[in-house]
């Protein structure tokens, strides 16, 4: 099984993904360094374990699947965690989620529609990714997957080995919880009338 | 036949629907009619498109020299 193809076939895998996987491994670490050693160490446990990928169209979430594991059992404890106790990860109906995300993106769409926005553009993207860094894990690494990276929500359920269902949910509350957390740490000078609830 | 589906519905197909997960042609027709017709979800529609290729254009980031050598050393040994 371990012949010069599938040498060929795994390298050429990761090569297209190496990116992707640090990218992906950079939000779950939340560091460089620790990101980098968690791809270098995904890859060889990949390799370790090539015989288990039966279908080679699923190589991609397969590889993920491995990096996410590997975050998990190797350096999740060690992760840097910024401040995520101040999302709440509590359980949330689906009726309140709704509500939540009506009430919060009126005020989130003046804001996103506030003629200065020009003015903080670069200051967003920054924010976008503290914001994004503070989302719990299980919330975070969905979105990262689906929206960073393309994945369908049938390929993040592999990767985390979750159902459909359980990626669609997450979605919809890590995206809400995301806009929370920019609506709350935007520029003390757009702030004007809005309420900051 | 395409009718309105209301904000309320809208909203729970949101992010199915910009993360293309809604696979029943009548389900995105009937979204679509009601992003036709709601200036609200339209906006916010628009909006969480912008934040979605924001969020890509700053997460996504290029591996170091560094690393892909160290990688290329490991298959190396394979």
Known sequence: MTDERTKAFFGTGVEVNIDALYSVALRLTRREADAEDLVAESVAKAWSAIGTLDDRERFRPWLFRILHNTFIS??????????????????????????????????????????????????LGESLLAALDKLPEAYRTVVVLVNVEGFTYDETAEVLGVAPGT??????????????????????????????? | MTHDIGCMRAIEAFYAYLDGELDDPESI?????????????FSRIEMEKALNERMRKNARRESSEALRERVGKIMDKF
Not at chain 1, 99 to 122: C, G, H, I, K, Y
Not at chain 1, 178 to 185: G, N
Not at chain 2, 29 to 41: I, N, P, T, V
């Open chain 1, 74 to 123: 190797d350096y999740r404890k060690h992760a840097v965690r910024p401040d995520e106790a101040s999302y709440s990860d509590g359980d949330c109906e689906d009726d309140e989620l709704a509500t939540l995300l009506n009430e919060q993106s009126d005020d989130f769409l003046v804001w996103w529609a506030n003629p200065e926005r020009e003015f903080f553009n670069n200051l």
């Open chain 1, 167 to 197: 990626v669609r949910s997450r979605m919809k509350r890590g995206r809400t919880l995301l806009q929370k957390a920019l609506w709350q740490q935007r520029p003390d000078s757009t702030k004007g009338a809005n309420n900051d609830s």
């Open chain 2, 29 to 41: 027709a009937d979204f679509e009619h009601h992003l036709g017709h709601c200036r609200s979800c």
